[in-house]
């Protein structure tokens, strides 16, 4: 059985692909400090998720499709009756991005709740300076500066969708073919750019 990441969900197709072909993941030295970062984002508003309003955090769940060939895991960031996931960012986005959606989505599907939210902040080499200036007075829905937040609605189209761009990615596997890839600014950031981008790439294959 094919085990899929809810993150996954909407990425780039060949990024997946990498991961279940059982390539190592070198992440560009670009990428590290802004995965550091992140983690500390994680750590700081999950706390004051988990110790001032009860949230469970990293909570693992599954979801079965088993005439498909395969399992979508994931670990919500925050959980209590609805998901909250957190997004540590450069620069903060003007609308929700469509690959978090998707995962979110997979979240509410599996919690059966009508809304989730989306947190996101920006990137800080001390994340504790942002959230303790968040106004938490009307929670679930926080507001401050740096912050952004989305209350989203569980959307079956967009599950649908997700399941679909999983199940392609099946296929590929199924014939020993390499999906496209998604170029864009990503890529740069990306812990398969070392074989992706490289002019060797048949050697890798």
Not at 124 to 152: A, Y
Request: charged share 30%.
């Amino acid at each position: 059985m094919i085990e899929f990441y809810a993150s996954e969900a909407l990425i780039c197709p060949r990024r997946v692909w990498f991961r279940l072909k059982g390539f190592p993941e070198r992440w560009p030295e670009i990428a590290k400090p802004r995965l550091e970062k992140g983690v500390k984002t994680h750590e700081v508003l999950g706390k004051v998720l988990e110790e001032k309003f009860g949230f469970e955090l990293e909570k693992e769940i599954i979801l079965r499709f088993p005439r498909l060939g395969f399992e979508i895991h994931g670990r919500m960031d925050a959980y209590k009756e609805f998901p909250i996931e957190i997004k540590g960012k450069s620069s903060l986005p003007r609308f929700p991005l469509e690959y978090h959606l998707a995962q979110l989505n997979v979240y509410l599907r599996w919690s059966e709740a009508e809304y989730g939210y989306l947190y996101y902040l920006k990137l800080h080499d001390d994340p504790t300076k942002i959230v303790n200036g968040l106004n938490f007075d009307n929670f679930p829905r926080v507001n401050g500066k740096n912050f952004k937040m989305f209350e989203v609605p569980y959307d079956p189209i967009l599950f649908k969708e997700t399941v679909k761009f999983f199940y392609d990615i099946k296929l590929y596997l199924d014939e020993d073919e390499m999906p496209s890839g998604a170029k864009g600014p990503h890529c740069k950031f990306c812990p398969y750019s070392y074989i992706c981008l490289s002019h060797q790439l048949d050697g890798f294959l």
